[in-house]
């Protein structure tokens, strides 16, 4: 890979494989570039591998075969602190420390970028503090800084992770599943905030969802996983009922037809 090549790519993913002890094959022969600054919706039917595909890009899935780069650095073991320095993760269940304020779980987002002793003693300097207070005026939640996480609804809780995985000042994002336990307003609210970061910082996004209206609505570039392998690869303009019926069909019916409820979206 050249120079400039490296630093236009998030992502190269060359030949990579995972299955796991149950002899289950949740990723076969994956070959993928992924631009820096994109937004990029991974879709897919439960079980397909999406989830595996997402956690193998920051290590927390291991592969066993082929190679992942990140930014040029090979995504093994001993790269994992750089790794994850600049790939940031927001979860499905927000993976909160409930009993902790708002503004301490943002600021966990910069023990990546502490000492060890400082990440064991959760010791935070003033411009860490500072770049959380802007952090949580961006994601609307200024007057709840000081409140216990799990107080908060499942929307706010949600926007809480962004500002924690923004205070990792990352090049990545990636979402599982981001707005799967959210309302409607809540899920809008959610996409949208990514989409600004993505617009706005520049920040490549990388997220898997369920719902096909939202990636059509989101995302520059849809990547559709079946049975773990990569079947859709493109823009969301060029997401019509045929490319439904590859993503969604079940293994094994080599005559797939889209799900009725998905023709919708074709």
């Not at 005026?137 to 929307?155: C, I, M």
Request: charged residues 20%; contains cysteine; glycine residues 8%.
């Amino acid at each position: 890979m050249q120079p400039q090549e490296r630093a236009m790519l998030a992502f190269r993913l060359t030949h990579v494989c995972k299955h796991y002890d149950n002899g289950h094959q949740a990723l076969k022969d994956i070959n993928l570039d992924i631009e820096a600054g994109s937004f990029v919706v991974i879709l897919g039917p439960s079980g397909a591998g999406k989830s595996t595909l997402l956690r193998s890009l920051n290590g927390l899935e291991s592969i066993q075969g082929g190679e992942i780069l990140f930014d040029g650095v090979q995504v093994v073991p001993r790269n994992l602190r750089h790794v994850r320095s600049g790939v940031a993760m927001v979860f499905q269940q927000f993976n909160l420390v409930g009993r902790l304020s708002v503004m301490t779980n943002v600021l966990t987002g910069r023990l990546a970028r502490r000492s060890w002793l400082g990440s064991l003693l959760h010791l935070f300097r003033r411009d860490d503090v500072e770049l959380a207070t802007r952090l949580l005026a961006r994601v609307g939640l200024t007057e709840r800084a000081w409140q216990r996480a799990d107080k908060l609804s499942g929307g706010q809780q949600q926007r809480v992770g962004i500002a924690r995985a923004l205070a990792q000042q990352p090049k990545v994002i990636l979402a599982d599943e981001p707005v799967a336990s959210l309302d409607p307003l809540a899920t809008e609210e959610v996409m949208a905030m990514l989409a600004a970061i993505n617009r706005e910082d520049g920040i490549t996004v990388i997220l898997n969802l369920h719902q096909v209206d939202l990636a059509k609505r989101f995302a520059d570039r849809v990547i559709g996983v079946n049975a773990g392998s990569i079947v859709f690869d493109g823009p969301p303009a060029q997401l019509d009922r045929n490319a439904l019926a590859h993503i969604y069909q079940r293994e094994g019916d080599a005559h797939a037809q889209p799900v009725p409820a998905l023709l919708a979206y074709a």
